[in-house]
T-cell receptor, first 108, second 115 residues
Framework: EDQVTQSPEALRLQEGESSSLNCSYTVSGLRGLFWYRQDPGKGPEFLFTLYSAGEEKEKERLKATLTKKESFLHITAPKPEDSATYLCAVYPDDKIIFGKGTRLHILP | DTGVSQDPRHKITKRGQNVTFRCDPISEHNRLYWYRQTLGQGPEFLTYFQNEAQLEKSRLLSDRFSAERPKGSFSTLEIQRTEQGDSAMYLC?????????????FGPGTRLTVT
């Protein structure tokens, strides 16, 4: 069964304290992996798509990387406005399978 | 900005009543998806359309749920005889699909509360 596991479930960091979020997956055939950001009470906001192992994408303080079994979302020198839930999702066929997300809280 | 829109944003209903939600996708997107999300969980796939054709339905989608996408534009999701377990955020997303791109862009969601 296709599955996505994200860790940690929650993470509290001081402003400027860099860290990484993990997404491990088991799928029959990976066509792509997505990262989304979700603020409370809102729909997920698209961040990145990764298609093959070794690929990296960057956007402001965020960098996403992909291996054959997992993906990392690296957050460099985060700011309070980076506080949100970060969702990882895999794309084995025409639908997306999401993990439960990592709730990130950046303290000023 | 013509992103994905959903209506209503909030719905409170009594158990046993029927409710209908609407989703308007990004205009050039031919794929439209419905998801359900409960607190502390990621979105769960319910169903999706390629233009007006409903191509897949999740086992989560009981007989009380029905979705339509007439003319391949907006979509509606109806829940009949609502139950308290139906309380959740219902999310709609759209994508170009195929070689046009798999990225799904989400609307703001409709929060359903069944009392």
């Amino acid at each position: 069964e296709d599955q996505v596991t994200q860790s940690p479930e929650a993470l509290r960091l001081q402003e400027g304290e860099s860290s990484s979020l993990n997404c491990s997956y088991t799928v029959s055939g990976l066509r792509g992996l997505f990262w989304y950001r979700q603020d409370p009470g809102k729909g997920p906001e698209f961040l990145f798509t990764l298609y093959s192992a070794g690929e990296e994408k960057e956007k402001e303080r965020l960098k996403a990387t992909l291996t054959k079994k997992e993906s990392f979302l690296h957050i460099t020198a985060p700011k309070p406005e980076d506080s949100a839930t970060y969702l990882c999702a895999v794309y084995p066929d025409d639908k997306i399978i999401f993990g439960k997300g990592t709730r990130l809280h950046i303290l000023p | 900005d013509t992103g994905v829109s959903q209506d209503p944003r909030h719905k409170i209903t009594k158990r046993g009543q029927n409710v209908t939600f609407r989703c308007d996708p990004i205009s050039e997107h031919n794929r439209l998806y419905w998801y359900r999300q409960t607190l502390g969980q990621g979105p769960e796939f319910l169903t999706y359309f390629q233009n007006e054709a409903q191509l897949e339905k999740s086992r989560l989608l009981s007989d009380r749920f029905s979705a339509e996408r007439p003319k391949g534009s907006f979509s509606t999701l109806e829940i009949q005889r609502t139950e308290q377990g139906d309380s959740a955020m219902y999310l709609c997303a759209s994508s170009l699909g195929g070689t046009g791109g798999a990225e799904q862009y989400f609307g703001p969601g409709t929060r359903l509360t069944v009392t």
